[in-house]
């Protein structure tokens, strides 16, 4: 067990609709990493989140946005769902800011978009 | 061209066997060198962390990096049924994010 949690562990919604992935990093860690996993693209990083601040940014779509609370959980907000966002959702979160550092993942969240 | 390219698999070996799984990367800029295991329906965890050019050991797993040539190994000594995953290869620069290979499913059979 890493130490984060990932919730909900499994959705299935319709395309166009929107979902909310939620993730609280191990205690201590300030950062947040956000990742998608498909078959065919592998594991792409989204964003990163620092201590409530947008730190790095990947490839993430428009219809994509996150947020780092006071309280350091996170949230992936995914909107005018498509199939082809079907995949694993992996939230990652390290003690500092620097990407070198040690990643501790969750157990991620799978999406089916029908 | 994806920046860290890695053989998808499967590689299926027996019991005993040493493992050697293999990335090629593409930027220059890459500083920091990392292996990561994901098992079935789990998060990767980070297996080894290399700096530079070089080898590090810790116990049956040897991680090289040949900066010269933009190769990354991964071996495994006395492989057993326990290391079938899938592993990832991963690299960062010091500025942006990791950037993952696809990874290499492995599987030792008994």
């Known amino acids: 067990d890493s130490g984060v949690t990932q919730t909900p562990k499994h959705l299935i919604t319709a395309t166009g609709q929107r979902v909310t992935l939620r993730c609280s990093p191990r205690?201590?860690?300030?950062?947040v990493y956000w990742y998608q996993q498909s078959l065919d693209q592998g594991l792409q990083f989204l964003i990163q989140?620092?201590?409530?601040?947008?730190?790095a940014k990947g490839n993430i779509l428009e219809r994509f946005s996150a947020q780092q609370f006071p309280d350091l959980h996170s949230e992936l907000n995914l909107s005018s769902l498509e199939l082809g966002d079907s995949a694993l959702y992996f939230c990652?979160?390290?003690?500092?800011?620097?990407?070198?550092?040690?990643?501790?993942f969750g157990p991620g969240t799978r999406l089916l978009v029908l | 061209q994806k920046e860290v390219e890695q053989d998808p698999g499967p590689l299926s070996v027996p019991e005993g066997a040493i493992v050697s799984l293999n990335c090629t990367y593409s930027?220059?800029?890459?500083?920091?060198f990392m292996w990561y295991r994901q098992y079935s329906r789990k998060g990767p965890e980070l297996l080894m962390y290399?700096?530079?050019?070089g080898n590090k050991e810790d116990g049956r797993f040897t991680a090289q990096v040949d900066k010269s040539s933009k190769y990354i190994s991964l071996f495994i000594r006395d492989s057993q049924p326990s290391d079938s995953a899938t592993y990832l290869c991963?690299?960062?620069?010091?500025?942006?994010?990791?950037?993952f290979g696809s990874g290499t499913r492995l599987q030792v059979q008994p």
């Open positions: 990652a979160s390290s003690v500092g800011a620097s990407g070198e550092e040690t990643q501790y």
């Open positions: 205690s201590g860690d300030l950062s």
């Open positions: 989140y620092y201590n409530g601040e947008e730190r």
């Open positions: 930027n220059s800029a890459f500083q920091y």
């Open positions: 290399t700096y530079s050019s």
């Open positions: 991963a690299s960062y620069t010091g500025r942006r994010a990791l950037t």
